[in-house]
């Protein structure tokens, strides 16, 4: 089956996650999906798979960070892949902030995301203000 998910798709895929809406989110998201994480002990990170195991962790990213955001996200589709940029923006309940640059790396199924493989910039945490 080819990708029909276009650059629009992933565009609203972000505007979810800046509004913390996880099933606008998980739309978007096959049922088999496989997501690895910015960090983790691995070589990828971490590995998270199937649905609801992601729908946990982005749930888990705003629990830690209410004001997380993707902000100035830019996306393009290429077959079955996709790439989105964007910056990412958070603060931690002891008022650390992160903001890096970074990256998805989409494969696609359909309308759905099978893959999720997300880069960011390695940058110290800047103290809170």
């Given at each position: 089956?080819?990708?029909?998910?276009?650059?629009a798709d992933l565009a609203d895929l972000f505007a979810a996650f800046n509004r913390h809406d996880?099933?606008?989110?998980?739309?978007?998201?096959?049922?088999?999906?496989?997501?690895?994480?910015?960090?983790?002990?691995?070589?990828?990170?971490?590995?998270?798979?199937?649905?609801?195991?992601?729908?946990?962790?982005?749930?888990?990213?705003?629990?830690?960070?209410?004001?997380?955001?993707?902000?100035?996200?830019?996306?393009?589709?290429?077959?079955?892949?996709?790439?989105?940029?964007?910056?990412?923006?958070?603060?931690?309940?002891?008022?650390?902030?992160?903001?890096?640059?970074?990256?998805?790396?989409?494969?696609?199924?359909?309308?759905?995301?099978?893959?999720?493989?997300?880069?960011?910039?390695?940058?110290?945490?800047?103290?809170?203000?």
């Amino acid at each position: 089956m080819s990708a029909t998910i276009t650059a629009a798709d992933l565009a609203d895929l972000f505007a979810a996650f800046n509004r913390h809406d996880i099933d606008g989110i998980m739309k978007h998201i096959a049922a088999d999906c496989v997501f690895y994480t910015v960090a983790g002990p691995e070589v990828h990170g971490t590995r998270i798979e199937g649905a609801d195991a992601i729908a946990a962790a982005f749930s888990g990213v705003w629990a830690a960070m209410p004001d997380a955001e993707w902000a100035d996200s830019s996306h393009f589709v290429a077959g079955d892949r996709g790439v989105s940029e964007w910056t990412f923006r958070g603060t931690d309940a002891e008022g650390r902030r992160i903001e890096a640059q970074g990256a998805d790396i989409f494969t696609f199924r359909g309308s759905q995301i099978v893959v999720k493989q997300a880069l960011r910039k390695q940058r110290p945490v800047l103290n809170a203000k």
